[in-house]
């Protein structure tokens, strides 16, 4: 919340400076060329009646009518009171009560045949000038929307993480307690760091490359305790010297994934994880075994593996690639990011 009003604070200032500048701008021209206060001031008094109502229809629009109509459902509402302001404010200004008295100089350019054309150009331009304003205000407060609906989704969609490895990480100590109670002291240290992670550091945007690595070297390791000795489970996760920072919990549902699917009490298995980082580049390679499933159980597939994909796109647009391969024996999915 905190930040959602700071960045309106700052785009709301940015608004109001913007638009002191424009009224203050034909004044400050108009001093610096012939130095006279009294000039520069008939100046701004003229510029500010012509651009008054311009920036009232702006902050109607940007503050009023397209957050509690358009914005709300309800479109017609908002095109009509647009309608009402444009035409109300036209009618008041280009329809005259009496004769309209052209400068001579303007008079003797067009010709008074042609005035007609002169007085439907001020018309049009005004009509014109009136539109961009209410499309700037609209575009400003859907650029804002969606931006606020983008932080809403992706919170969304790594708190849906969250429960889903906490749920598997405590099966597997519940498991681990009745084999070897001093293991399982040991790995309720490696589930608090794993909580202190999850509940905590995962909030920030952005986290350190080493503290993902920590936290996934902890559950392979948490995970890796219900598999038997038929199963073979490899890290090779390197550490980068630089400091590089990463979404939070972005690759957990892929390891997650080769657990689930690529693990069989019955018959030899693996699971291999490996993560380096190079000139900009992280590269995340995930292969497990491969058995056939039944029905819908479908290795690759699955809420944990879609949300993964979802955050890829909102956080690294054009930025990452993502990959799978299945041969006889081995499932491999890889994805490199560029940070």
Same mark, same amino acid.
Do not use: C
């Given at each position: 919340?905190?930040?959602?009003?700071?960045?309106?604070?700052?785009?709301?200032?940015?608004?109001?400076?913007?638009?002191?500048?424009?009224?203050?701008?034909?004044? *400050?021209? %108009?001093?610096?060329?012939?130095? %006279? %206060?009294?000039?520069?001031?008939?100046?701004?008094?003229?510029?500010?009646?012509?651009?008054?109502?311009?920036?009232? *229809?702006?902050?109607?629009?940007?503050?009023?009518?397209?957050?509690?109509?358009?914005?709300?459902?309800?479109?017609?509402?908002? !095109? $009509?009171?647009?309608?009402?302001?444009?035409?109300?404010?036209?009618?008041?200004?280009?329809?005259?009560?009496?004769?309209?008295?052209?400068?001579?100089?303007?008079?003797?350019?067009?010709?008074?045949?042609?005035?007609?054309?002169? !007085?439907?150009?001020?018309?049009?331009?005004?009509?014109?000038?009136?539109?961009?304003? $209410?499309? $700037?205000?609209?575009?400003?407060?859907?650029?804002?929307?969606?931006?606020?609906?983008?932080?809403?989704?992706?919170?969304?969609?790594?708190?849906?993480?969250?429960?889903?490895? *906490?749920?598997?990480?405590?099966?597997?100590?519940? %498991?681990?307690?009745? $084999?070897?109670?001093?293991k399982a002291q040991e790995s309720i240290g490696q589930l608090s760091d794993l909580l202190r992670y999850a509940l905590y550091d995962s909030e920030a945007e952005k986290v350190p490359l080493a503290s993902e690595i920590d936290f996934m070297n902890n559950y392979i390791d948490l995970m890796a305790l219900r598999c038997n000795e038929l199963t073979t489970v490899t890290k090779d996760l390197k550490v980068p010297q630089a400091s590089v920072e990463v979404a939070p919990l972005l690759f957990i549902s892929l390891v997650e994934n080769a657990f689930k699917h690529g693990v069989n009490a019955r018959y030899p298995s693996f699971v291999k994880v490996e993560m380096a980082y190079a000139d900009g580049l992280i590269t995340f390679r995930c292969a497990n075994s491969l058995f056939e499933k039944q029905g819908n159980d479908h290795i690759g597939s699955g809420i944990g593996l879609e949300n993964m994909k979802r955050r890829l796109d909102l956080l690294y647009p054009g930025k990452y690639s993502y990959t799978k391969k299945a041969d006889e024996d081995a499932y491999t999915v890889e994805v490199t990011l560029k940070v």
């Open positions: 919340m905190q930040t959602k009003n700071r960045r309106n604070l700052i785009i709301n200032t940015t608004q109001l400076l913007v638009w002191v500048g424009i009224f203050l701008v034909p004044a *400050l021209v %108009s001093w610096t060329v012939t130095g %006279s %206060s009294a000039q520069a001031f008939k100046v701004f008094v003229a510029g500010a009646r012509l651009l008054l109502p311009f920036f009232v *229809l702006y902050g109607l629009n940007y503050y009023v009518l397209v957050p509690r109509l358009l914005h709300a459902g309800k479109e017609k509402w908002f !095109y $009509i009171a647009n309608i009402i302001l444009v035409v109300g404010w036209n009618l008041r200004h280009f329809i005259p009560r009496e004769p309209v008295e052209f400068p001579p100089e303007v008079v003797e350019q067009f010709g008074e045949k042609n005035m007609w054309a002169f !007085y439907l150009g001020g018309v049009l331009t005004a009509l014109f000038v009136q539109v961009i304003m $209410i499309l $700037i205000a609209v575009g400003i407060r859907r650029i804002m929307r969606a931006n606020e609906t983008m932080v809403a989704e992706l919170d969304w969609l790594k708190h849906q993480l969250n429960p889903h490895f *906490l749920f598997n990480t405590l099966n597997n100590i519940s %498991s681990l307690t009745q $084999i070897d109670p001093d």
